[in-house]
T-cell receptor
Framework: GQNIDQPTEMTATEGAIVQINCTYQ??????LFWYQQHAGEAPTFLSY????GLEEKGRFSSFLSRSKGYSYLLLKELQMKDSASYLCAVPSYNTDKLIFGTGTRLQVFP | GAVVSQHPSRVICKSGTSVKIECRSLDFQATTMFWYRQFPKQSLMLMAT?????????EQGVEKDKFLINHASLTLSTLTVTSAHPEDSSFYICSARTGLTDTQYFGPGTRLTVL
């Protein structure tokens, strides 16, 4: 089967760094996605990791360890607009679907 | 690139009417499109997967006769909520992917309110 775990909620301060963790169990691995979803809006694609290591994209970086079934999303220099839900997702092993975690709701305070 | 549009963005209708939502991939050909529903403060729930030119595959518990999906071309899929009722009020989101990667690109969503 496939399962994704991520914390439900996190809080952080403007200007700080926050790390959102995601662990997954999957029958076959074909990459891991991170999406950002602001309240009342649709998700937007942030990153896709298929190889181990850290991929940096501006203030956001995503890390993957396939052997540990673990990923994290690192947000630097937090801004108020980063308050959103962050969804971790992996492709389903034998279908076209993405399996989403429940999302981590991040609140950034001044 | 990878822009997906949805229309309408918001719709209010009376109970018993049908509502059609369009999902278009604007700058790529989408071999597969997905329809999700999301209630306030809840997770995305996949309703169905549709491949161009074939019947949609519905998730367990989703009534295919109530939620009609048509994927007539590589850039357009439609979801029709038939005989809508207040409990169908929700945020409906489509996504699209090419056949090359698993990345799904989401439309902006359609907020349906059934009175």
């Amino acid at each position: 089967g496939q399962n994704i775990d991520q914390p439900t909620e996190m809080t952080a301060t403007e200007g700080a760094i926050v790390q959102i963790n995601c662990t997954y169990q999957t029958s076959g691995f074909n990459g891991l996605f991170w999406y950002q979803q602001h309240a009342g809006e649709a998700p937007t694609f942030l990153s896709y990791n298929v190889l181990d290591g850290l991929e940096e994209k501006g203030r956001f970086s995503s890390f993957l360890s396939r052997s540990k079934g673990y990923s994290y999303l690192l947000l630097k220099e937090l801004q108020m607009k980063d308050s959103a839900s962050y969804l971790c997702a992996v492709p389903s092993y034998n279908t076209d679907k993405l399996i989403f975690g429940t999302g981590t709701r991040l609140q950034v305070f001044p | 690139g990878a822009v997906v549009s949805q229309h309408p963005s918001r719709v209010i209708c009376k109970s018993g009417t049908s509502v059609k939502i369009e999902c278009r991939s604007l700058d790529f050909q989408a071999t597969t499109m997905f329809w999700y529903r999301q209630f306030p403060k809840q997770s995305l729930m996949l309703m169905a997967t549709s491949n161009e030119g074939s019947k949609a595959t519905y998730e367990q518990g989703v009534e295919k006769d109530k939620f009609l999906i048509n994927h007539a071309s590589l850039t357009l899929s439609t979801l029709t909520v038939t005989s809508a009722h207040p409990e169908d009020s929700s945020f409906y989101i489509c996504s699209a992917r090419t056949g090359l990667t698993d990345t799904q690109y989401f439309g902006p969503g359609t907020r349906l309110t059934v009175l």
